[in-house]
């Protein structure tokens, strides 16, 4: 569970976050969503501490962030890193296996190389395993993150825009494989969305971010609605529903 | 891991400090060979020093081109040299002991490289770029003030920091080795104490992170070691601009592995073979008629032009 409160933070003059109060809800997917520019990728990095917190507290499973010991946060909390930042000279199985790194700091016992085969099972990377990151296309590198993700066993899982340059084939099964983590291994995902219509597809809550502060917040049913369109993206767009999810339509 | 490649770089180095200690040897063995195992133990030292400075220079910046050279790590030593000459004067200068010269000069670079680098390196993430050209400016910008005041000083002086800015295998100071020896061992076993987590860091800092590590402070702590090493093995021998590049790189091409554990000591033996195969040439077949550097300089400017034409290199 993520709990944030009175988080406040700016960057030059600029505020970016404004008093967020936040509770995330344990083993669902939440997607953040908002305009560019709405402080969602802030948030999820002050989560994940890849930047200091300024004002404001933020708890995970009541481990307080920027306070308790890196490598104990890095067995809770986990960020899906970006793919452009990885080398691409590594290969499926050395990503996954970094994964354990936070458990044995460089020296891989047997039970942590058993989890890295789980990891590479579990996402049907067993014949990809000796393929350099280099040679896969985005979806399959994107699958091997997760997979290392997964490997680093932690409840919470942060990812920043996923699917940016996946086709809509990757991009499916990538939020069905989420979908698989949440609901089989309880893991609490937290989500930054572009696409509102994979938002309100897959998760379990959404929360909107405008100009730094907390908009409506709730299940996608209750949230994705002609007003909230029209509130905080500016857009006119209708609204469909199917089976009980709603759809923009584009 | 390319266990058998690293034997093979052992046994190759093994060879070559055996062939550096006895070929050609006439005469008394009791003067050979103290007088070859100082300089091959000078070899190796810097061989060790600058493979595995350029290696853990490139594993923080994340990029194969740059070496400590390139940002001026050289050229910051040189500088303060001197600028201790030209304040202290070469009389001045002299009397001061070598190896408090050494430390002082020392503790000078690594708070240098600290204050410059350390900023430097934040801007990484933002700009690897800018980082970049920042750091070769501020290399130009230290060669110039060198050569100014290189200008200003006596002529005489001036003979002292000559001697001082050209690497140098065939005069090694013998009595910095010593203390040498301590400061790069002691470096290296810290720099091998870090190898898990020097392959985390070269994930990239949100990726190190996420696995639990501080990238800004180990980023601070590798600067320190990479000062020592390159003051070390510049009072040792003077600056050699390329073998670091070389080195790392062919360490890359025959032990292509993430892990430090694999990469470390295939740089350091390649550093050496380099380093004491050239310099037994030079010896034995070239009559010592060009300076090592020359050699190792030119190579070193054609493997890093086709690194870059070749284009693979981020």
Sequence with gaps: ?250 | MHAKRLAGLAALTMLCSMLFMTLGARGNWDFVLPYRGAKLLALLLVASAIATSTLLFQTITRNRILTPSIMGFDALYLLMLTAAVFLLGAGGYGQIPEPAQFLITLALLIAGALTLYGTLLNQIRQDLMRMILTGVIIGVLFRSLNAFMSRMIDPNEFSVIQINSYARFNRIETDLLSIALLLCGTTLIVAWRMRHRLDVLALGHNAAINLGEDPRRTQLQILILISVLVATSIALVGPVAFLGLLVVNVAYLITPSPRHATLLPSAVLIGAIVLIGGQMILEHSLGLSTPLAVVIDLAGGIVFLTLILKGTVR
């Design chain 1, 1 to 250: 569970m993520i709990a944030i409160s009175d988080l406040s933070h700016r960057i030059g003059a600029k505020t970016v976050l404004r008093d967020i109060d936040l509770r995330l809800p344990q083993g669902q997917i939440t997607a953040l969503i908002g305009p560019n520019g709405a402080g969602k990728s802030t948030l999820l990095s002050l989560i994940a501490r890849l930047i200091p917190i300024q004002t404001g507290r933020i708890e995970v499973d009541s481990l307080s962030v920027g306070q308790c010991a890196n490598d104990m946060l890095a067995r809770t909390l986990s960020i899906l890193p970006q793919s452009n930042e990885i080398s691409l000279r590594l290969s499926v199985r050395e990503l996954v296996a970094f994964g354990r790194y936070p458990y044995h700091k460089g020296r891989p016992r047997s039970e942590d190389d058993a989890m890295v085969e789980t990891a590479l099972r579990t996402f049907e990377l067993d014949d990809l395993a000796p393929r350099s990151l280099a040679t896969l296309s985005g979806g399959e590198r994107q699958r091997a993150l997760i997979a290392m993700t997964f490997a680093q066993d932690t409840s919470c899982i942060l990812l920043d825009e996923p699917l940016n340059n996946l086709d809509i084939a990757a991009s499916r099964s990538l939020m069905a494989l989420l979908r698989r983590l949440s609901s089989e291994h309880a893991r609490t995902i937290v989500i930054v969305l572009h696409d509102i219509n994979y938002a309100s597809g897959y998760a379990d809550h959404i929360v909107t971010l405008k100009d730094g502060r907390l908009g409506p917040s709730g299940h996608p049913a209750d949230v994705v609605k002609v007003d909230l369109l029209q509130g905080v993206f500016g857009t006119d767009a209708a609204v469909l529903i199917d089976r009980g999810r709603p759809i923009v339509k584009v």
